[in-house]
């Protein structure tokens, strides 16, 4: 029943009671996908969830033109160009990794349309793995997506893209890592190719940004994937992932200023007087980017470093019980805090729906069919649970024969009927 327009005011507690059932109405590890910032004790306590909520609530009035939090926009770029090598780089804050992706893929149209020979459908190749915000401003910017299968690890296969690219390229697309079965595309392949053939090269790092570097320094092996690798012209960072900022706060990064060229907006002939912005959207909450500006400086290379430590942990355990269970495989080599797995002998996706069952909230992927996973630095109580009723659902299936539900894979679902 659609709710009418108040006609009186709610107390403030009646809707806090509001606001507390429907918190309570999920099962016990239904917050799991709270993996970067949690409030419901599943992730480990080095107090970033407080910092960031008392920054918020410092600026939620604010917005993105506030001086201060302009200022805290410039030192969030800093940080990040520091973080990956990029000492001439530069960049903006933006409001998501949709809206980042968007600007590197018009300023790498900009630059082709530029420098290159002419565009007539102008084409963007990238592995069947990459986000799909691709598709979805394809149509605003006029190009064409050329998606090209994988390797079978589910790295992307640089000599089927070399192979896909011609006069009408103007970017290639690597993921660090891709969504659904997080293992990172290869970087430094990739990037050889774009040099060779002119192309510009997005490296889409949404997830990765603020992990990769930390388990590199953990020595664990990493693919190479930041502005130290020729080739690399862009890279893409969310803040609201393992930057454990609140939502929505985004990162897109340039090797060097000019490749950036003409991205902002002006406008000064309009009664109100001169509009200048370097984002495509408008006005958006100063309290997410204070929280990013205080859990960066907050958390410092040590304790992102050990919020890292607690997802490799995490991780180990994870695939140690997906390894040692016969019916289950992993899928490829997975290197940070994102992994799926399909059933050898059973259905996967009754395995999911046991899971469900037992209130994890799991996700699904397809091509292969999957369960994914994304890790946060959960305590290891959380993922003993897990590896436990894992191993219980997947006897579960083998015991009884049980067969999916249904087939549906839903990443994202934001449309309301």
């Not at 939620?60 to 001439?88: C, E, I, R, Y």
């Not at 990794?97 to 349309?113: I, M, N, V, Y």
């Not at 053939?197 to 997830?207: F, N, Q, S, Y």
């Not at 992994?339 to 996706?349: A, E, M, Q, Y």
């Amino acid at each position: 029943m659609a709710l009418a327009f108040p006609r009186n005011g709610v107390s403030a507690d009646a809707i806090g009671d509001e606001l507390a059932i429907m918190r309570t109405e999920d099962s016990p590890w239904d917050s799991f996908n709270d993996r970067w910032l949690n409030d419901r004790g599943l992730l480990v306590d080095d107090g970033v969830l407080d910092v960031t909520r008392r920054a918020h609530a410092a600026f939620f009035t604010k917005g993105n033109g506030h001086a201060a939090v302009l200022s805290m926009q410039a030192d969030l770029v800093d940080m990040v160009k520091d973080l990956l090598n990029g000492p001439d780089a530069n960049g903006v804050i933006t409001s998501c990794g949709t809206e980042s992706l968007f600007l590197a893929t018009r300023t790498a149209l900009d630059w082709k349309r530029r420098h290159g020979p002419g565009l007539d459908e102008p084409e963007l190749v990238m592995p069947a793995t990459g986000y799909p915000a691709f598709e979805k401003f394809a149509p605003v910017l006029g190009y064409r997506v050329r998606r090209i299968p994988t390797d079978h690890g589910f790295r992307a296969d640089v000599a089927a893209i070399e192979a896909a690219l011609n006069d009408q390229t103007f970017l290639i697309v690597a993921s660090v890592p891709p969504w659904a079965h997080g293992v990172c595309d290869p970087v430094g392949d990739l990037a050889g190719l774009a040099r060779a053939r002119g192309v510009w090269l997005h490296v889409d790092a949404c997830v990765g940004a603020f992990v990769a570097p930390f388990v590199k320094r953990l020595g664990r092996p990493v693919p190479a994937f930041d502005f130290s690798v020729p080739g690399v012209s862009s890279i893409s960072g969310d803040f609201h992932k393992f930057g454990y900022a609140p939502k929505g706060v985004s990162a897109v990064l340039w090797s060097s200023p000019e490749l950036s060229d003409g991205l902002g907006f002006a406008f000064s002939n309009w009664a109100a007087g001169l509009y200048r912005s370097g984002v495509l959207t408008g006005t958006r909450s100063g309290g997410a980017i204070a929280g990013a500006w205080a859990a960066m400086r907050y958390l410092g290379e040590d304790g992102f470093t050990e919020r890292t430590k607690a997802i490799l942990n995490a991780k180990d355990k994870l695939v140690a019980a997906i390894d040692r269970n016969r019916h289950l495989e992993l899928y490829g080599e997975p290197e940070l805090a994102t992994l799926s797995f399909g059933g050898r002998t059973i259905d996967i996706f009754a395995v999911h729906e046991a899971l469900r069952d037992r209130g994890w909230p799991l996700l699904r992927c397809q091509d292969p069919d999957g369960i994914q996973v994304v890790l946060g630095p959960f305590r290891e109580h959380v993922i003993d649970q897990l590896a436990t009723d894992l191993d219980a659902a997947t006897e579960l299936v083998r015991r009884t024969g049980r067969r999916r539900r249904g087939n549906a894979v839903v990443y994202a679902d934001e449309v309301v009927d």
